[in-house]
């Protein structure tokens, strides 16, 4: 879905991408999108003349860890920018000036608290919060030297994240959630909502909605009391769903956003009627592919238990 992802990303002339990554396959790079080649070797070198301890980087996953430091990482990159932020590539782009305004940057020293975006503020100090220690814990050293992936840079199911630090100095921080973001499983499209109250995640499924991507903006429609109703987000997440897409939608101004592809819409401009007509699902593996990750996960922390046992016999 990279295409894809290009696409809604050419639409925010406002806002730059620059890419790390040693992929050389050819694509239609927008002009706000960066590419900088780098190998994943060359990567750890920067990364490890950083830090005065020993970091630990064994495998590109590890990295999500480390994108809280990545203003002071990669600073040098930075410099024409007030802000600086991260996102997942397995994500859309809605209209992000919509939501993200100058008022909001104004406000906020960090905005957002999951890790498929969050941005910050670009300053030599705020760059250099995740050093901070949490009620007598370094956090950033624990996380960084640990071989497994800590999520460090999110919220999540833990206070030893960037988040906690950042209010716990008496940051600014916008802790709303206005992502669309899906639940791993099942296959349909289950919202899923951070709620920073709570620290939870609120579920909301409905039975007959259509989720669109129009003009560089991210929709969901849906019927309810005989109106048609639209929400407008930020972006949307699609995590670890293997979305396809067809070809027409890289040069068309709207397309639906249906599990597991990217397909052209039946008719535009949507209306109620035209709501009920438009197919909302297609046939798809993910319930077996998501099968066959856990299969995967599970053999991997097997091998990784008898590795630590036969270490220990030694």
């Not at 809605?94 to 305004?101: E, K, P, Q, Y």
């Not at 760059?127 to 624990?142: A, E, I, P, T």
């Not at 951070?194 to 991210?218: F, I, M, P």
């Not at 197919?279 to 066959?292: A, D, G, L, S, V």
Request: proline share 3%; with cysteine; aromatic share 18%.
């Amino acid at each position: 879905m990279f295409p894809v992802f290009l696409k809604t990303c050419e639409w925010n002339k406002e806002f730059n991408w620059l890419l790390f990554t040693d992929n050389k396959e050819t694509y239609n790079y927008p002009d706000n999108v960066k590419v900088v080649e780098m190998t994943f070797e060359e990567m750890k070198s920067i990364l490890k003349r950083k830090f005065d301890f020993q970091i630990s980087l064994e495998e590109p996953h590890k990295l999500c860890d480390y994108k809280p430091a990545y203003g002071y990482i990669f600073e040098d990159y930075l410099s024409e920018y007030k802000f600086w932020g991260h996102c997942d590539i397995d994500t859309i782009m809605g209209n992000l000036s919509r939501f993200i305004t100058d008022e909001l940057l104004d406000k906020y020293d960090k905005l957002f608290c999951l890790g498929h975006m969050v941005l910050y503020r670009n300053t030599l100090q705020n760059n250099r919060v995740f050093m901070s220690d949490f009620r007598g814990k370094s956090l950033y050293r624990d996380s960084f030297s640990d071989s497994k992936t800590t999520v460090f840079d999110e919220t999540f199911r833990s206070e030893n994240n960037i988040n906690t630090i950042f209010i716990d100095q008496g940051l600014r921080v916008l802790q709303e959630d206005w992502s669309v973001n899906f639940k791993i499983q099942p296959t349909r499209f289950i919202k899923i909502t951070y709620n920073y109250r709570t620290g939870n995640y609120d579920e909301e499924y409905r039975k007959d909605e259509l989720y669109v991507w129009s003009n560089g903006n991210v929709y969901r429609y849906y019927v309810e009391n005989g109106s048609l109703l639209r929400e407008e987000f930020l972006y949307m997440h699609l995590q670890l769903r293997r979305m396809k897409y067809h070809e027409s939608i890289l040069v068309s101004r709207e397309f639906k956003i249906v599990p597991e592809s990217f397909l052209p819409l039946e008719t535009w401009p949507i209306t109620i009627k035209s709501f009920n007509i438009i197919k909302k699902k297609t046939w798809n593996y993910h319930f077996i592919n998501m099968k066959r990750h856990n299969l995967k996960d599970k053999y991997k922390r097997y091998k990784e238990r008898l590795r630590m046992y036969v270490e220990r016999l030694k």
